[in-house]
C-alpha cells in the first residue's frame, strides 16, 4: 500500500470524531427493517386493552365484566379482584428504581384521574380485546374533580436556592420586574406509542418495551412483579422517541406482564394515542412568578422566582423550574422556592428540559422586560449580568461560554440592524419581531459499562444495554469506538437495547453521549491489550512481549517499526486462531451531585443562545416564527450532522410550546384531557418549521471525558419559548405571559 495514501487514510480516521457521518442505523429505518416494540409478535401471542375510568374524581361502586368475558375470542377480564398482587418500588432517595406513578394499578377503588385502568380486556385479537373493553360496565360515585389552572400554594413554599437577602434588595432596587408566567400542561405525543409485548415462560419475563431506561425497567417491573431482576430480561432496540414520556414504567407495563404470567401466553398491550394523554405522563402546568430588581445600567441585584406545579393526586411531582435560575447570570441576593399542587389529573413526568425548559420561559421573559424597561439591548443586557462563577455552588464552571453564544449568536442573525421600536421593522409588507433568550441545560455523567471485541473477521461489536431514541445513539458510539480505536466506523456493529448487555445509561438529561465515553475509551484499551498478547502466542509477533507492542489505527506493530508496516489486528488473531478478544469498560458517574449527594468541584453545565424572527401581518391576524440562529456551547461535537438534527428538532418543538401545544383538561366534561388526539393537540409540523441556523462553538469540557462531549438532546429547546414571546412583544407590543401565544392574544 502506499505510503501517501495511508497517512491521509490515518488522518482521516483519527478525526472520525467531529464527522457528521449518516446514521448507521439509517438504512433499517427506512426499509422498514428497524424492529419497534409493537413489531415484535410471537406464536399464541394475545392482545391486551386497558379499560380507562371515565371520571376523574370518586370511586368504582361496581365493576361488570360478566357481558364482556362471554365475548368472542376474550381469554381474560383482568381486575382488582383476580389480576393478582403488585408490589410498591421502594421509596428511594438515590435514583435507583424511578417510578412516577407509585401507586400500582386496580390498587384500590378510588378514581384519581380520568383515564385511571379499571380492569383489562385480553383477548386473541386486537378487535376482540377492544370490543371486550368497551363491554365492560362500570358505574362510579362520581365527585366533582379538581383540575383548575390557576394553581395556589397549599403548603409552606419550599425553599429550593438561597443567597444574599433577596426581598431587602428588591425592595430598594432602583428597577424593578414583577410578573407571573405560566405554561401549560404539555403531552409528549412521540410518534410511536408506548407499547410493552410481555413473555413469561414460567420463570422468567422477557420484556419488549418503550423505555429510554431498560435497566430501570428491569428493576422496576422486578420490584412490582415480585420477581428477581435476573428474570426480568427487557428489550428495546429502537424507539420513535420518548421526549421522557418514556423515561420510566407506567401502570400499562405491569399490567401486561401479569396477563402474561396469569395465562401462560405473550401479551401486546399498546397505549393508544387517547390513553397516551392520560396515562403515561405530562409536563405539568407551572405558574412562575418572577421578581428582578437592577440598577439603571442592568445590573442585577435580586433575583426571585417562586413556581408552583401541578401534580396528581398522590404523586409529588416537582417540575424544578428554578433548575437554571441559580446559575445563569451573577447575582448576589436570590431566592428560588416551589410548591406543589395536587390535582385530579394523571401523574406528570419529566419532558425534554424539565424545569429548566418551562423556567427559563419565564426567566428569561423577565429578562426582555427588563431591558426593554431599561431600554438597553436585551443581549447586552445578558452579557453585563455574565458569569464565571456558580454562585449558587460557589464553584467555577467547568466550560461556559455564554457569552461567545450571544455574540456569535447575534452576529450570525444580524442582531445589530435591530431597532428596539415596537413594531419599527418592517420586511416585503409585513411586520418583523426579534427575540433573544439566552439557554442552559445540566451536564452530567451517569454510572454504565460497555464492551468492545474485536473480531477475527476484521469487524468490531461494541455492545451496551443502553438504548437509542432516535437521537442517534448507535451513530455516536461507532463514531467514539471508531475513534478510540482508530479505525473506519463502517467496520463497528454497535448492540444496544437490552438488559443481557453491560449496563447502560438512561436516555435522558441528555447524559448518554458524556457518559459512555469514558467507558468505550476503557473497553477498547482492555481489548487492545487482548490483541497484544494473542500477538505473543503465534504469528508474526510470536515471542515478542506484549509491552513491545503498539496498536494503532487498527494495526499491531513492534515500537521499533512504523505503523504502516504495522498487521491487521485481525491477521493476528486468525495467526492465533482466537475468534475475538474483548474488552470491557466502565464510566464512573457524577449523577450524584446533580441529586446534592455528594459535593462537586466544579459546576457542569451546557450553554445557547436563541435568536428568533417572527412575522405578523395585524391585517390578517397572521403569526409566523420565519428564522432561529441557535448558537450551542455544549462542549466537542461528537456528530456534527446528528447533533444539528438535534437542536433543529428542538426548535421546531419550542415554536410548538410557544404557539400550539396545551393540554386542556375539561371540568365541564368529567376532568378528561379534551384535546386528546393529533387533530385537536397540536404541535408543530413541517409547515411550521422556520429557517433555521444552527452553531456549534465547539469547546472540548474534558471534566466529562477525554473527548470533551457534552449532551444536547435537551438545550435546543431551552431559550425557544422565551425568545418568541419577546420576538411577539417587538413585533406587536403584545407581552404574553401565558402559553401558547394565540392570535386572540395579539388582537387588541
Ligand atoms: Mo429527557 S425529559 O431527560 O427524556
Not at 455564554?402 to 435591530?418: D, P
Not at 451517569?446 to 461489536?461: H, M, P, Y
Not at 447524559?511 to 503465534?538: C, F, H, W, Y
Not at 422556520?690 to 444536547?712: K, Q, S
Request: aromatic share 6%; net charge negative.
Amino acid at each position: 500500500m502506499p505510503t501517501a495514501q495511508s497517512e491521509s487514510t490515518e488522518n482521516k480516521l483519527l478525526s472520525v470524531v467531529g464527522r457528521p457521518i449518516p446514521r448507521v442505523d439509517g438504512p433499517l429505518k427506512v426499509s422498514g427493517t428497524a424492529t419497534y416494540t409493537s413489531d415484535h409478535n410471537f406464536p399464541g401471542m394475545l392482545y391486551a386493552v386497558p379499560v380507562p375510568s371515565t371520571i376523574a374524581k370518586g370511586s368504582i361502586a361496581a365493576l361488570d365484566t360478566t357481558a364482556a368475558e362471554k365475548m368472542p375470542g376474550v381469554r381474560a377480564m383482568f381486575h382488582r379482584e383476580n389480576i393478582g398482587r403488585f408490589f410498591r418500588v421502594p421509596p428511594n432517595a438515590d435514583f435507583s428504581i424511578v417510578i412516577d406513578e407509585r401507586r400500582p394499578p386496580f390498587d384500590d377503588d378510588t378514581i384519581r384521574y380520568y383515564g385511571q385502568y379499571v380492569a383489562l380486556a385480553v383477548a386473541d385479537s386486537l378487535e376482540q380485546a377492544k370490543a371486550a373493553a368497551d363491554a365492560v360496565k362500570v358505574t362510579y360515585h362520581e365527585e366533582t374533580p379538581d383540575v383548575r389552572t390557576k394553581l395556589t400554594q397549599e403548603q409552606e413554599p419550599k425553599v429550593e436556592s438561597q443567597r444574599g437577602d433577596a426581598t431587602a434588595a428588591f425592595n430598594t432596587a432602583p428597577v424593578k420586574i414583577d410578573q407571573t408566567y405560566v405554561t401549560p400542561a404539555e403531552t409528549h405525543n412521540p410518534i410511536e406509542l408506548h407499547a410493552t409485548v410481555a413473555v413469561w415462560d414460567g420463570t422468567a419475563f422477557t420484556l419488549y418495551e418503550t423505555t429510554q431506561s431498560i435497566k430501570n425497567h428491569q428493576l422496576a417491573m422486578s420490584a412490582m412483579l415480585g420477581v428477581p431482576p435476573e428474570n426480568v430480561r427487557v428489550v428495546s432496540r429502537f424507539l420513535g422517541s420518548g421526549f421522557g414520556g418514556k423515561l420510566w414504567p407506567w401502570t400499562h407495563d405491569v399490567l401486561a406482564a401479569a396477563a402474561a404470567r396469569n395465562l401462560k401466553r405473550p401479551v401486546k398491550l399498546v397505549v393508544d394515542r387517547k390513553m397516551m394523554f392520560q396515562t403515561v405522563g405530562h409536563r405539568p402546568l407551572t405558574q412562575q412568578r418572577i421578581r428582578l430588581g437592577a440598577t439603571a445600567n442592568g445590573t442585577l441585584v435580586s433575583t426571585q422566582h417562586d413556581f408552583l406545579n401541578h401534580s396528581s393526586i398522590l404523586d409529588d411531582y416537582d417540575e424544578g423550574c428554578g433548575e437554571a435560575t441559580p446559575h445563569l447570570y451573577r447575582c448576589p441576593n436570590l431566592r428560588i422556592t416551589s410548591g406543589v399542587v395536587h390535582l385530579n389529573v394523571g401523574t406528570p413526568t419529566a419532558m425534554r428540559g424539565p424545569g429548566a425548559v418551562p423556567g427559563l420561559f419565564a426567566l428569561e421573559s423577565a429578562m426582555d422586560e427588563l431591558a426593554v424597561k431599561l431600554n438597553i439591548d436585551p443581549v447586552e443586557l445578558r452579557l453585563r449580568n455574565d458569569t464565571q462563577i456558580d454562585e449558587a455552588l460557589n464553584l467555577p464552571f467547568t466550560s461556559r461560554h455564554l457569552k461567545e453564544c450571544l455574540t456569535a449568536g447575534a452576529e450570525k442573525f444580524g442582531w445589530h440592524q435591530r431597532t428596539p421600536g415596537v413594531g419599527s421593522m418592517r420586511k416585503d409588507g409585513l411586520t418583523l419581531g426579534w427575540g433573544v433568550a439566552a439557554a442552559t441545560w445540566i451536564a452530567n455523567r451517569l454510572d454504565c459499562e460497555a464492551t468492545i471485541d474485536l473480531k477475527a473477521d476484521g469487524s468490531v461489536r461494541v455492545a451496551c444495554g443502553t438504548q437509542d431514541i432516535g437521537t442517534g445513539t448507535y451513530t455516536m458510539l461507532a463514531q467514539i469506538v471508531a475513534e478510540a480505536l482508530g479505525i473506519d466506523p463502517d467496520k463497528i456493529e454497535v448492540v444496544l437495547g437490552d438488559t443481557a448487555l453491560p449496563t447502560g445509561p438512561l436516555s435522558g438529561g441528555s447524559m448518554v453521549t458524556g457518559s459512555l465515553v469514558p467507558a468505550i475509551m476503557e473497553a477498547a484499551d482492555n481489548a487492545i491489550q487482548k490483541v497484544q498478547l494473542a500477538a505473543t502466542t503465534a504469528g508474526p509477533f510470536s515471542g515478542q512481549t506484549a509491552e513491545n507492542l503498539v496498536f494503532s489505527n487498527g494495526r499491531l506493530h513492534r515500537k521499533d517499526q512504523s505503523p504502516v508496516n504495522g498487521v491487521p489486528y485481525e491477521q493476528v488473531l486468525q495467526a492465533a486462531n482466537i475468534n475475538s478478544v474483548s474488552g470491557t469498560g466502565r464510566s464512573q458517574g457524577d449523577f450524584t451531585d446533580l441529586l446534592g449527594l455528594t459535593k462537586p468541584k466544579l459546576s457542569s453545565h451546557s450553554f445557547g443562545a436563541q435568536f428568533v424572527e417572527v412575522t405578523w401581518q395585524p391585517e390578517i391576524a397572521r403569526l409566523r416564527v420565519s428564522r432561529v440562529v441557535t448558537a450551542i456551547d455544549a462542549g466537542r461535537i461528537i456528530n456534527p450532522r446528528t447533533g444539528r438534527n438535534q437542536i433543529e428538532g428542538a426548535v421546531v418543538m419550542g415554536v410548538g410550546m410557544a404557539l400550539f401545544e396545551h393540554t386542556t383538561y375539561d371540568d365541564q366534561n368529567r376532568g378528561a384531557p379534551i384535546n386528546s388526539n393529533l387533530a385537536d393537540y397540536v404541535v408543530s409540523t413541517n409547515g411550521d418549521a422556520p429557517e433555521m441556523d444552527v452553531i456549534f462553538l465547539d469547546y472540548p469540557d474534558t471534566h466529562l471525558n477525554a473527548l470533551g462531549a457534552r449532551g444536547i438532546g435537551e438545550i435546543g429547546l431551552a431559550g425557544v419559548a422565551s425568545a418568541i414571546a419577546s420576538a411577539v412583544y417587538h413585533a406587536t407590543g403584545v407581552r404574553v405571559r401565558e402559553l401558547p401565544i394565540r392570535i386572540e392574544d395579539l388582537i387588541t
